[in-house]
Structure formats: C-alpha cells, structure tokens
C-alpha cells in the first residue's frame, strides 16, 4: 500500500510542495570550507564499481583525501542481517571499492566500522562487506557493541546535545570516510548520510527519546570531521526502511563530496520517497544543517560535476 504525502510528513519531513515548486531558505550558507563558494559535488551513473571510481576521481582522486601512512575509517550501513538485495545495508563492491583505493594511496590501514541494530555476526556475513574487504590486505571489518569502543566528546556548536560519545577509532583516525546507502527511515523521512553517521555513536536511544532527533543529528555532524561521504545510491529502499521489506528503486548512482548537507540534499532527489518526490528541503534534518552552516541544500549553491560509466 502505497504512503501518502501526509504519512510522509509525519515521519519527520518539513511540509512543503513537490520539488520545484518548494522554494529554498533564501540566506548564504557557510559549507564545510568555511565560505560561501560552491560546494562541488560528484554524480555518476553506471556500475558500482565504476561508477565509485570515477566519482572520488572527479574530486581530485583518493589522494585528495587519504595520505600515504593514513589510518582510514570507512563507515558504511551494515547494521540489518540482509543481502545486499534488500537494499539495507551498503552495496559490498562499493565499501572495498573505496578501501582499495586507500591501500593504493598508500594508507597504514583501513577499518570498516558500524554498530549494527542486531547481532553483529549475521550482520557482518549476510551484508557482504566483511568477505569482500577480508581479500584487501590490512583491511579489517568490526561491528563495535560494547560501550568500551566509545569516547565522550563535546558538542560545542550543539543546539540540543553538549556532548556525544564516538567509536575511538574514528576520532583517533587520520580520515573518516561515511558510505551510506539510501534509504527511508520511519523517524526521519530518509536515512542517507547525516543521519547514517549515528552508526558511529553509542547512546542512539537518546537521540530517539530525548531530544529532537533531527537537531541532534546536526549537531552530531557538527562535532565530526567528515573528510568526504561517499552515497551509495545504486539502490534506494524508498519504504519500509530503515530494515525493509520494502519498495527499492534502482536510481544507480552514487554521489560524492566533501559537504555532507550537499550530498544528502541531492541523494533525495533521485527517488520517489513514499511515491512521492521531494526536495532536501523537506526533510528536517538536512534544514537543520543548513541553518547550522554546516553545507547547503539549495541545489543551485553546488557545482555538480556529473558523468556516466
């Protein structure tokens, strides 16, 4: 049975018309380079191997982000004991695609990090990810449930959190990496990489409980150091989500930049959520951020470098 508009809305999105007709909140936003220039953003349709390769290559390549000797952290969905078929987690090819390419850059080493929803063994052999980085020399996969992996941070620019505690790996990490896939949430309208980024964090059941879900999920973004966010868009789990069953779309595209606002702004326009289309404008979080300056959602404010493999 098909959501409506209204059903939508409810599941966490601001109220507003169909895209291109929503109009965007009309001020100048400060994006994740400290100034008001546009954020450039890669969009490539192909394969997802491909399509990966070309995407981090149209921002100046894996080296402008991963160092020789670098400790990578890779954050992908890998939270639901599901083939990739069931568009949950994120696509295996396009996690060791990019884990390969920071070996090739020269990185001391990579971890591929999440805190899955359930038992982390399924989690890690049903989604793919573990085999397929398992042949990439010094490239470890872990799913992190215990309380002792995390370190408390503050919040300093938080409008609804003062602090939050983190995976120690990635704040002791030269370069943090969040591949999300897409998808619908029941809390928040979508799930694509600000609000992915929970996966990296201890207590999610205050977030959902105790303050407004949407401004902690900014103010979570703005106490990480997201060096680029790489969107595994090649399927979307347009209902149903975050866990499915649900309706999937096959947009077969990934999107990738440094603004994390940007990202996920165009990532929701590449599906019909709900069976309906939508602008990043209308979901709360990404305004949130917006406001925050922590990217723009305005889609004119991004130099979207575009290709097909």
């Known amino acids: ?12 999105l601001i109220l507003g018309g169909a895209i291109g007709t929503t109009p965007f909140l009309n001020f100048p936003v400060i994006n994740s380079f400290g100034s008001t220039a546009k954020s450039t953003i890669a969009m490539v349709i192909g394969n997802r191997i491909d399509a990966t390769r070309k995407a981090i290559q149209l921002l100046g390549g894996i080296e402008a982000f991963v160092k020789k000797g670098s400790r990578v952290v890779l954050k992908p969905n890998m939270s639901f004991p599901h083939p990739p078929e069931r568009a949950t987690n ?26 899955p929803f359930n038992r982390p063994e399924p989690c890690l052999r049903l989604s793919g990810i573990a085999d397929m ?8 996969t872990f799913a992190l449930t215990e ?12 409008k609804v959190i003062t602090s939050v505690k983190i995976m120690k790996d990635v704040l002791d990490s030269d370069v943090l990496i ?7 949430h029941t809390t928040t309208g979508v799930s694509l990489g600000m609000k992915g980024l929970m996966g990296i964090m201890w207590d999610r059941e205050y977030f ?8 902690a999920i900014a103010d979570l973004v703005s106490a990480v150091k997201i060096d680029v966010t790489v969107l595994d868009a090649s399927r979307a789990l347009v ?36 069976g309906q289309k939508f602008a990043g404008s209308q979901v709360k979080h990404i305004t949130a951020a917006h406001a925050m300056g922590l990217g723009t959602m305005n889609i004119n404010e991004m130099n979207i470098l575009r290709a097909r493999v």
């Open 239 to 274: 209902s149903g989500g975050p866990s499915g069953p649900g309706t999937i779309e096959m947009p077969g595209t990934i999107i990738a930049g440094r603004d994390p606002v940007a990202v996920d702004a165009l990532g929701v326009t590449l599906a019909n959520w709900y």
């Open 1 to 12: 049975m098909k959501t409506t508009r209204r059903e939508f809305i409810k599941k966490g």
């Open 90 to 115: 994120t696509s295996p090819e396009v996690v060791s695609t990019i884990a390969r390419m920071c070996m090739d850059a020269g990185a001391k080493e990579v971890l591929v990090l999440d805190f």
């Open 208 to 215: 959902h409980a105790k303050v407004d879900i949407n401004q």
């Open 133 to 140: 980085c398992k042949q990439i020399p010094n490239v470890y």
């Open 178 to 184: 969040n591949i999300p896939t897409a998808k619908s």
């Open 147 to 158: 309380e002792k992996f995390f370190r408390s941070i503050p919040v300093p620019k938080g």
